[in-house]
Each structure stands twice: as C-alpha cells, then as structure tokens.
C-alpha cells in the first residue's frame, strides 16, 4: 500500500517524464481526503501496474488533483479530459483498456 509521500514522487517522476519525452495520454486521479480514502488510494497503484505492464509508462501522464468539490459523487478520475466517478479497484483496469489501449 502507498503512501501520500509516495504518490508524491511518483507523480513527480510522471511529470519530469511529460516535459521531457511529450506525452501522448493525461491522467488524473483526485487525491483529495475523501476520494483519497474512498478508493483512489489502491487506484493509483493499480494504474501503476497496468502501465507498466502494458508498457505505457512512458506514453501517459499521470497527476494528482485536489478535490474538485464534488466528493459525494467520488471518487473521481478524470482520463485526457473525460471524467469517470465511482471507479474503484475492480474496475479501473477495464476503464484503462477502453481508453488507453
Ligand atoms: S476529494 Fe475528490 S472530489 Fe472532493
């Protein structure tokens, strides 16, 4: 399980990685407290790994957010400017498939 800190860094390495090979895929994932501890916590590992395995890595840009003000309807994810609320463990691999691969 991940921390806060380390999302942090992990975000950070995305980003380094946007502004130097220009990415081609946008992702963000509200790391408010709500949708923090609501799911979007063990999402982002899990989109962690399926880029990695999918070997996207490098393709997609992955932020943190902070609350958008809509926590009741979260947790939220927002993929190259569609959002999607109510994603959780069990189904942002599928999400990632239709619009990423
Ligand atoms: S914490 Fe995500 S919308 Fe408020």
């Known amino acids: 399980m991940v ?3 380390e999302i942090i860094v992990f975000l950070s390495e995305y980003e380094l ?6 990415q081609s895929y946008d992702i963000e994932i ?3 407290s709500s ?3 609501r799911g979007n916590r063990e999402v982002v590992q899990v989109i962690r790994d ?3 395995k999918n070997h996207l890595d ?5 932020k943190g957010a902070r609350c958008m003000n809509r926590c009741s309807e979260g947790p939220f994810i927002i993929i190259n400017g569609k ?3 109510n994603i959780g463990v069990q ?3 599928k999400l990632l498939e239709k619009e990423l691969v």
């Open 3 to 5: 921390n806060r800190f």
């Open 17 to 22: 990685k946007e502004r130097v090979l220009g």
């Open 30 to 32: 509200c790391l408010g």
């Open 35 to 37: 949708c923090f501890s």
């Open 50 to 52: 399926f880029l990695r």
């Open 58 to 62: 490098d393709k997609v840009m992955l």
């Open 83 to 85: 959002t999607f609320s």
């Open 91 to 93: 189904d942002i691999e």
